[in-house]
């Protein structure tokens, strides 16, 4: 085999290569016949490069497309639409143009050196373009998934893509001028604060989209919101650096990626997810209003439906507890009786627990209950949850709610607190 290939060679010099520099050398004087021969010898391997990368695309292209079609693999599609089979295709090409350079150039043993050295930069710029487009394809993949590992993918993609980058100058210096590889370094060594400095950014994106995978705090498409930066939005990209987020009002922010799990980040989706959504709202009141129901009063609340029973079940139960403890009943602080303030906060959870727009399940609190005073009033908290997360359902909702146990509560005597503006 070694014979043939010899032989082949022999051939080659004594043929084609030998009636060219005969040609050019009869037909150029001095100096340029030498640069002229050089020209041709450029010319020659990159018009060979470039067919021989033509036709070997042509041909095991059509089969890759033919057996993706097959498979119908998400991964070969992603690698075929990111082109990594061009770039290990152009491995071959260069290597088959390697192999023809020495036969070109063998008059001129300097320019072989050279160009040995161009086709080792231009394999290199291969490998880097070849990674590159492989951490694109496993990026798509991920990002058609849409999960928590997205962001993770994204990161480490980007990663790569800055590692390969960087070894790939490495490997290029090191060729083109004959350094070491670790005189390199060593002369980098004395700039590693600057580096830590300039890629900070990237290495506390990395980690965070790490921990934003780990943890499943956020991913690409959910609803968040960011106090520190009064942002609230949907997640349209996390990257190495930045997330985007497409804010209500169709603005994008920007934010660091560190910031994700550095700051509150208050996440909505499992919320959407759950189809429930909380109110958690208050009705602050006059205490001026507050008093004990008298029986005329008691007797037109009985007349309400949602609370006829409980009423009628209170009188009884307050008026044996009074009499078994002696009380007078000519003053209606003695003892305990009922209220209109609590009446109307038994009637206003009687009236969440009978709306069919309000959640019911045992996972999900319905109360209703009062804060703390303040000096404007006493607010009344309602706290329950809609049987929808949609936000436009949510709010007609709790506005219905809130509607009806505002125009309610006057049936009461209860006066709410309005607080004008001076």
Same mark, same amino acid.
């Given at each position: 085999?070694?014979?043939?290939?010899?032989?082949? %060679?022999?051939? #080659?010099?004594?043929?084609?290569?030998?009636?060219?520099?005969?040609?050019?050398?009869?037909?150029?004087?001095?100096?340029?016949?030498?640069? %002229?021969?050089?020209?041709?010898?450029?010319? $020659?391997?990159? /018009? %060979?490069?470039?067919?021989?990368?033509?036709?070997?695309?042509?041909?095991?292209?059509?089969?890759?497309?033919?057996?993706?079609?097959?498979?119908?693999?998400?991964? @070969?599609?992603?690698? #075929? =639409?990111?082109?990594?089979?061009?770039?290990?295709?152009?491995? $071959?090409?260069?290597?088959?143009?390697?192999?023809?350079?020495?036969?070109?150039? #063998?008059?001129? *043993?300097?320019?072989?050196?050279?160009? !040995?050295?161009?086709?080792?930069?231009?394999?290199?710029?291969?490998?880097?373009?070849?990674?590159?487009?492989?951490?694109?394809?496993?990026?798509?993949?991920?990002?058609?998934?849409?999960?928590?590992?997205?962001? /993770?993918?994204?990161?480490?993609?980007?990663?790569?893509?800055?590692?390969?980058?960087?070894?790939?100058?490495?490997?290029?210096?090191?060729?083109?001028? =004959?350094?070491?590889?670790?005189?390199?370094?060593?002369?980098?060594?004395?700039?590693?604060?600057?580096?830590?400095?300039?890629?900070? !950014?990237?290495?506390?994106?990395?980690?965070?989209?790490?921990?934003?995978? @780990?943890?499943?705090?956020?991913?690409?498409?959910?609803?968040?919101?960011?106090?520190?930066?009064?942002?609230?939005?949907?997640?349209?990209?996390? =990257?190495?650096?930045? /997330?985007?987020?497409?804010?209500?009002?169709?603005?994008?922010?920007?934010? *660091?990626?560190?910031?994700?799990?550095?700051?509150?980040?208050?996440?909505?989706? *499992?919320?959407?997810?759950?189809?429930?959504?909380?109110?958690?709202?208050?009705?602050? $009141?006059?205490?001026?209003?507050?008093?004990?129901?008298?029986?005329?009063?008691?007797?037109?609340?009985?007349?309400?439906?949602?609370?006829?029973?409980?009423?009628?079940?209170?009188?009884?139960?307050?008026?044996?507890?009074?009499? @078994?403890?002696?009380?007078?009943?000519? =003053?209606?602080?003695?003892?305990?009786?009922?209220?209109?303030?609590?009446?109307?906060?038994?009637?206003?959870?009687?009236?969440?627990?009978?709306?069919?727009?309000?959640?019911?399940?045992? !996972?999900?609190?319905?109360?209703?209950?009062?804060?703390?005073?303040?000096?404007?009033?006493? *607010?009344?908290?309602?706290?329950?949850?809609?049987?929808?997360?949609?936000?436009?359902?949510?709010?007609?909702?709790?506005?219905?709610?809130?509607?009806?146990?505002? @125009?309610?509560?006057?049936?009461? !005597?209860?006066?709410?607190?309005?607080?004008?503006?001076?």
């Amino acid at each position: 085999m070694e014979w043939y290939k010899t032989k082949i %060679a022999h051939a #080659y010099r004594n043929g084609i290569t030998d009636e060219v520099k005969n040609y050019i050398f009869a037909n150029v004087d001095g100096v340029w016949a030498n640069v %002229a021969m050089i020209v041709a010898g450029i010319i $020659f391997l990159v /018009a %060979a490069l470039y067919l021989i990368d033509v036709i070997l695309k042509k041909i095991f292209l059509y089969f890759i497309k033919k057996l993706i079609n097959f498979t119908n693999s998400k991964w @070969s599609v992603a690698f #075929y =639409n990111n082109r990594v089979f061009n770039s290990i295709i152009h491995f $071959f090409s260069i290597a088959i143009a390697r192999v023809l350079m020495p036969y070109v150039f #063998y008059p001129l *043993p300097g320019v072989v050196t050279f160009l !040995d050295r161009t086709f080792y930069v231009l394999l290199i710029m291969v490998f880097i373009q070849m990674f590159n487009r492989i951490a694109d394809a496993v990026s798509e993949v991920s990002v058609d998934e849409n999960n928590y590992r997205t962001v /993770a993918v994204r990161s480490f993609s980007q990663l790569i893509k800055i590692i390969t980058t960087f070894f790939g100058v490495l490997a290029f210096i090191s060729i083109m001028f =004959n350094i070491g590889y670790t005189e390199i370094l060593g002369t980098m060594g004395a700039l590693t604060a600057i580096l830590i400095l300039v890629f900070r !950014d990237t290495i506390l994106g990395f980690v965070s989209g790490i921990q934003i995978a @780990s943890t499943q705090m956020v991913k690409v498409g959910d609803w968040v919101s960011i106090p520190k930066y009064s942002i609230e939005g949907k997640i349209k990209e996390i =990257n190495l650096v930045s /997330a985007k987020i497409l804010n209500f009002d169709k603005t994008i922010s920007s934010v *660091p990626t560190y910031d994700l799990i550095s700051t509150e980040v208050r996440n909505f989706e *499992p919320m959407v997810h759950s189809k429930t959504r909380r109110i958690k709202r208050a009705i602050l $009141f006059n205490v001026k209003s507050f008093k004990f129901c008298t029986p005329e009063m008691l007797e037109r609340f009985k007349q309400i439906n949602l609370i006829e029973a409980y009423i009628s079940k209170r009188q009884v139960e307050l008026r044996e507890y009074n009499q @078994s403890r002696g009380y007078n009943p000519n =003053n209606i602080v003695n003892g305990i009786n009922l209220t209109n303030i609590g009446v109307f906060r038994e009637y206003t959870k009687c009236y969440l627990l009978d709306n069919p727009n309000i959640s019911h399940s045992a !996972d999900d609190f319905l109360m209703v209950r009062q804060l703390e005073a303040t000096p404007q009033g006493l *607010p009344l908290e309602i706290f329950c949850f809609t049987n929808t997360s949609a936000w436009v359902e949510y709010e007609k909702i709790q506005s219905d709610v809130f509607d009806h146990l505002l @125009s309610a509560c006057k049936e009461f !005597d209860l006066e709410v607190v309005q607080i004008l503006a001076s």
